[in-house]
């Protein structure tokens, strides 16, 4: 038998095998084993492997890596993989629980850099209309990088918001969904906008994530990615820890994607 097994992911390593020993795995997501002793590599990380040879008994590290050549990553076969190479994945997985995790391609291949917890809306997702407290399903575009707090470093242009800027809630308005600028528009915030100012904590660092970007009235506005405040949901939005918001704005370029999906 081997002092220990290194292997890829998706990579098989066959071990002796005379039909009297007897093999086990102690953590199955990272590897598995046959009756017959074929060890397969099943995601990154270290287990053991347990022996049994009549009374002797043997434990076997195993350490799997992934080849980074032929990983399927969760982003590759999405549609708008081919027409960007940086992609924000956020998987609901029930109540107002998601997960977000940051993709990018670098040399052809789609590599996963980070991921984090979320919370989207209230009411879950499939989101349809202003008000239903959903966070939208679908793929959109992330824009408008703004926040309360001096830019971290954005790659695209950072706005830090004043007493002058609001997001338009007001279905009625020609602003509906919109950035506005009190100093050069034509009208001024009222109680159905988002005064973004007001948002210390939440919108300290905020990303517009572009759903209902025509301004279609009462199909929904104001929907973000943005900072986790005290809920543990949103009215709409994708909330992530400051820390994490941070790193995204950091990292998106011009033409990133979100894609909000169920699990």
């Known amino acids: 038998l081997p002092t220990s097994i ?8 066959s071990l002796p095998y ?16 046959s009756k017959k002793g074929v060890v397969t590599g099943v995601k990154a990380g270290e ?4 022996v049994k040879y009549g009374k002797q008994k043997a434990v076997i590290p195993v350490t799997v890596t992934l080849d980074t050549q032929t990983e399927a990553s969760p982003v590759a076969g999405l549609d708008c993989a081919s027409q960007t ?7 609901y997985t029930g109540g ?3 997960t977000l995790s940051v993709h990018e391609k670098q040399d052809g291949v789609w590599k996963q850099l980070f991921k984090c917890p979320a919370y989207v809306g209230k009411n879950g997702v499939g989101k349809t209309v202003e008000g239903d407290k959903r966070t939208p399903l679908g793929t959109y575009n992330l824009t408008t990088p703004f926040g309360i707090k001096d830019d971290p470093g954005a790659k695209l242009d950072y706005l830090k918001v004043t007493k002058y800027h609001y997001w338009c809630g007001d279905s009625s308005s020609e602003y509906y969904n919109q950035l506005v600028d009190e100093r050069t528009a034509d009208r001024r915030h009222t109680s159905a906008d988002e005064y973004l100012i007001n948002y210390k904590g939440v919108y300290n660092y905020c990303m517009f994530i572009d759903y209902n970007a025509e301004g279609t009235p009462g199909k929904g506005s104001c929907i973000f990615l943005h900072c986790v405040g005290s809920k543990k949901s949103t009215s709409g939005c994708v909330a992530i820890p400051e820390a994490d918001m941070k790193k995204v704005l950091q990292w998106a370029r011009p033409g990133v994607k979100i894609v909000i999906r169920r699990q």
């Open 6 to 13: 290194a292997m890829k992911a998706g990579e098989k390593y």
């Open 96 to 98: 107002s629980n998601a």
């Open 47 to 50: 287990t053991a492997l347990q």
């Open 85 to 91: 190479d940086q992609i924000v994945l956020v998987a």
């Open 18 to 33: 005379g039909g009297v020993e007897q093999y086990a795995i102690k953590q199955t997501k990272i590897a598995k084993v």
